[in-house]
């Protein structure tokens, strides 16, 4: 009941998209929105990137163009890369994607890579669910322009675009602050997904710990330690990039946007710790499961070597008295044959209750 509540709490609050928005609008083109702002202020005319950055480039001071893509192609980001001068490595980067969270300055340029992640919701964990879903996001930042590339199906800009614009002052400042902004809605994600993934920590650990356990725990734990493993490799590398934007002089960084980043290492941190505490809570449910499973092992050889044990006697009487030499005691006495039945029934009993008064059955 609880993990249902958990469910439709976040369901409730999960940012809704809106496709028929132009600043969200994927269709047609891997521009996914092309748009001028001047301090902070989102300029209505939206136009093409090179009329966009040539009006930029006129204004001067305080104005720069937020450019953003969804999966080009090497052909679709070449005009791009010529027109805002991007390095080769950078775009190459861009467009194959597959690549670990970094921030690496080329000249002018500042190329950053992160990791978006989302939680993929499911009634029930099994040994094949899919619990993590990542993709890649790229951002350019310049002294006058924003370049955003986004790899997957999720992790869309278009509500963290219209929060900025919400923001004035804090739009004000320029590309550094997309980057901050940017940074900060990955990470919020890594938290979001770090919190949903709670529920099925608590189904797997109360599944393995009840009174009628099943022995096919294991592969739901391995599971979620393998999804929980790839929530780690998306969040484990960001840390020395984070540090690099809050703590040293990287260039295109305002220096009023600088310590911004260091409550995004912080949160970043946050996340770091509690999928370090999953990990080592998942590696003490699956010893708890495998002890589990070898106490059950262990009772159930115990009742098959009892019922050997009972089962034995009979066929000892039954071998002796098989082996037909005709010099044998009883051998043609009148009760014999009823005196073997009780004795071995008188065996089996009083085996029996030793056992079942020892627990073995």
Not at 69 to 74: D, M, V
Not at 77 to 92: I, K, M, S, T, W
Not at 307 to 314: F, R, Y
Request: charged share 25%.
């Amino acid at each position: 009941m609880m993990r249902n509540l958990r469910r439709a709490v976040r369901r409730s609050y999960r940012r809704t998209v809106d496709l028929s928005h132009p600043v969200r609008s994927p269709l047609g083109s891997a521009v996914v929105n092309c748009a001028v702002y001047v301090d902070g202020v989102r300029q209505k005319e939206d136009c093409p990137a090179e009329e966009a950055l040539r009006r930029v480039r006129r204004l001067g001071e305080g104005a720069f163009v937020w450019i953003g893509l969804q999966e080009p192609t090497q052909e679709e980001f070449a005009g791009l890369a010529e027109l805002f001068g991007l390095h080769r490595l950078a775009v190459q980067d861009a467009v194959t994607a597959h690549q670990r969270p970094k921030v690496v300055p080329y000249d002018d340029t500042l190329f950053s890579v992160f990791k978006t992640c989302r939680y993929v919701e499911h009634e029930q964990l099994t040994a094949t669910s899919e619990v993590v879903d990542t993709g890649e996001l790229m951002v350019f930042t310049g002294t006058d322009f924003v370049i955003t590339v986004r790899h997957g199906c999720h992790g869309s800009l278009g509500p963290l675009r219209e929060e900025l614009e919400s923001e004035r002052e804090r739009l004000a400042k320029g590309p550094s602050a997309v980057l901050h902004a940017v940074a900060d809605h990955v990470v919020d994600d890594y938290l979001a997904v770090i919190e949903a993934m709670q529920s099925d920590m608590d189904a797997v650990e109360t599944a393995v710990f009840a009174e009628n356990a099943g022995r096919g725990d294991a592969g739901r734990i391995y599971q979620l330690k393998r999804e929980l493993l790839e929530l780690k490799r998306a969040v484990a590398p960001l840390a020395r990039p984070l540090q690099r934007l809050a703590g040293e002089e990287v260039p295109g960084i305002d220096p009023e946007v600088r310590p911004y980043f260091r409550d995004v290492t912080d949160h970043l941190l946050r996340t770091t710790e509690q999928i370090a505490a999953f990990d080592g809570l998942l590696d003490s449910i699956l010893q708890a499961h495998l002890a589990q499973v070898t106490v059950a092992q262990n009772e159930d050889m115990r009742k098959i070597t009892a019922w050997a044990a009972i089962v034995a006697v009979p066929t000892m009487v039954c071998g002796i008295y098989g082996m037909n030499f005709e010099n044998m005691p009883e051998l043609h006495w009148r009760y014999g044959y009823f005196m073997a039945l009780g004795l071995m029934a008188v065996a089996c009993f009083v085996i029996h209750r030793g056992f079942r008064r020892n627990g073995w059955l």
